[in-house]
């Protein structure tokens, strides 16, 4: 077939015209007078049409796809070029039967016969005559029939009125060009040319949007001027809805602003995201319903969240608002909403995962049991909220992981050091751009359950600001009477933490809020013991550097008395960070010496300590001696443990006056004026002569002066040291003490006494003075931290100098 182009008017439009395509042209009145002259066959081939309506001398494409009408189409091109063309009365039908389908229909010419890469065939007809089925003769292969011609009553030429009507169809087809967006206004030069009244009747019938029946009954119509008028009608009622639709339009457009004009652009987006397989907002919507369902909240949330889905879907997609909708959405139902994880009731495996992992911390382990035991015993309650307070380095936030493990339970922390902003815990409005909520939600979002073992590292590190005071924000969560409704303001609803175990870590008390510290149980980890950093070298530091420089047990081995010298002599802490330090830089010389090859001990001796960790330097706080006057050893608390403090005075000839150096504070120089007063007082008791007094300056130094040092414990020192200087006599040998001193010469307790006495055991003391009080605190240290020490108990300030000054003076004592 040559490759021809046909066009052809089959909607109210104008296609382009190429130069190469051929041209239909539209019917002439000789056309149609002699169209009207032929004469019909008696018995002809009928096509079943699905969606059109074909009017005598209209030209239209049509695509045949059924079997039966390519055979049918092929056979009358063949022999005649001549079918007759009906409609269906339901396009739906495959197979129509000869009850399927209008008796009126037209008879058509075959114009043209395309083949289709698909396999359809596109053939061109144009109507001729109209015909109503008599007989069915033939309905396979195809439909065959007898057909009688149907008359069509013509007005007369001298009808002004349907003259007129004619005119007006005209003026109306060209108005309907002009209103209708879809219809180039190149269409309206088709409509002037055509001049047969009766085709353009039948034209504007078969191209107005019409269903197949109402063209049906256009066509059934025998009268030209009632179908004319029919026809006008039509088009009366397609040129209002269109000048409606144009006018809502335009008032719509008029009123647009920038945002729904974005709105309408951002529709348009989405259907261009759907094409390329995104997924559309409303898609996204349906989504986050259906995970809804999956959700174990109750009404009252369940309620909240379509109030807040039903909002989103009213919100712009374009508007900031939209964005921050859906990340509360989405943090909804990213909570692990009623979702536990089961506990693991095995005390024993609880008890076996505890010792593993820690050494000593007896009493941690023994209330993390305690609270296991209960929770199996009634499966409901409430977790402890835990304070875990002790100096740096002793396990504090590496036993929260034990605890975890030992309950089944997942294992988030939440470092709270320098934390200044209340936003920090109860999360920002969702009303402000890039609004968050709280690290304490983001965690439990992150558990993915909603009892986790949850780590409030350093809360003694807290700081407030302008922005709020986080330690007040903390109230409500670590309240078990509060925190079953924790309110996040991002959230905007209670959720529930009172299945949360919350361990808080802290080195000090001192800077923890009183209502905060009230609210949590305070457990002591106190240092450990030079025995115990031995144990825990041995049993975890030493193969956790093996592993981590890629050794083995073969490759290096360090023994119990090499740990000790390397604890005593080059660690001075609490805790065991620089104990591991210490180990880490042993094994890597291990690991250089087998990189290179060289020969080293596998075995580490004294001297290679020595070599590479060189000469030790912390062993200044050893007890030295007692032959200087003056010089008494006190016991101190700091941050990082105990430590020992001399204290040391010594006089010369002046008007009584005090000097006190060392970098003191003011409680300390309280407790000097305090012991210079009880000298004064009991002067003569003392042994000691009011002229000396008079007569000499006395000067009180506490070693290291760039370190600040407070507090009252150094009193009972304070005033031992005086004595010693204003009597010349020596101080007991290997004693140290630790109390506060009043003005009537009573002894007080005081606090941090296991970590004093700790300290005081690495320093080689045998003897500790102690206020009577504090008894009770030593009854509470494990008897082998004792062992080789011997305590005075005492409530006066006499009775510590009758323990602590002896009658022997010292060499070289001054002439007083």
Sequence with gaps: MPNTKILGFDSLSLQEINEDAELIPLLTPEDEEEMNQEKLPEDIAILPLRNTVLFPGVVIPITAGRDKSIKLLNDANAKG??????????????????????????????????????????????????????????????????????????????DSEFTAIVEQIKELAIDIIKESPNIPTEATFAIKNIESSPFLINFVSSNMNLSVKD????????????????????????????????????????????????????????????????????AEIEEMRAKAKTKKWNEKVAQHFEKEVSKLQRTNPNSPDFGIQRNYLELFLELPWNDYSKDN?????????????????????????????????????????????????????????????????????????GLRDEAEIRGHRKTYIGAMPGRILQAIKKAKTSNPVFVLDEIDKL??????????????????????????????IGYDLSKVMFIATSNSLSTIQPALKDRMEIITMSGYTIEEKVEIAKRHLLPKQLKEHGLTEKDLQIGKKQLEKIVSGYTRESGVRGLEKKIAQMVRHAAKSIAMEESYNIKVTDEDIVAILKAPRLERDKYENNEIAGVVTGLAWTRVGGDILFIESTISKGKGNITMTGNLGTVMKESITIAMEYIKTNAEDLGIKRETIETHNIHIHVPEGATPKDGPSAGIAMLTSMVSSFTQKRVKKSLAMTGEITLRGKVLPVGGIKEKILAAKRANIKEIILCNENKRDIDEIKPEYLKGLTFHYVDTMREVLDIAITNQKVKNAKAI
Excluded: W
């Design 81 to 158: 070029k001549v079918v007759g063309v009906v409609s269906q009365f339901d396009e739906a039908v495959e197979e129509p039967t000869k009850d399927d389908i209008y008796t009126i229909g037209t008879v058509a010419r075959i114009i043209r016969v395309l083949k289709m890469p698909d396999g359809n065939t596109t053939v061109i007809l144009q109507g001729k005559k109209r015909f109503e089925i008599d007989q069915f003769t033939q309905e396979e292969p195809y439909f065959k029939a007898t057909i009688k011609e149907v008359p069509e009553v013509r007005p007369k030429q001298s």
């Design 215 to 282: 063209k049906q009954d256009l066509l059934a119509i025998p009268n030209l001027k009632e179908r004319a008028l029919e026809t006008l009608r039509f088009m009366n009622i397609e040129l209002q809805k269109l000048e409606i639709r144009n006018d809502i339009q335009s008032k719509v457009r008029s009123d647009l602003d920038q945002q729904q004009r974005e709105y309408f652009l951002q529709q348009q987006m989405k259907t261009i995201q759907e094409e390329l397989g995104g997924v559309s907002y409303e």
């Design 345 to 417: 009731f095995d005390l024993k495996r609880a008890q076996k995962i505890l010792d593993r992992d820690h050494y000593g911390l007896e009493d941690v382990k023994q209330r993390i049991i305690e609270h296991l035991a209960v929770l199996k015993l009634r499966n409901d309650m409430k977790s402890p909220i835990l304070c875990l307070y002790g100096p740096p380095g002793v396990g504090k936030t590496s036993i929260g992981k034990s605890i975890a493990e030992a309950l089944g339970r997942e294992y988030v922390r939440m470092s709270l050091g």
């Design 463 to 492: 700081s407030s600001s302008h922005n709020g005071d986080p330690s007040s924000a903390l109230l409500e969560v670590l309240d078990p009477e509060q925190n079953s409704e924790f309110h996040d303001n991002f959230l905007e």
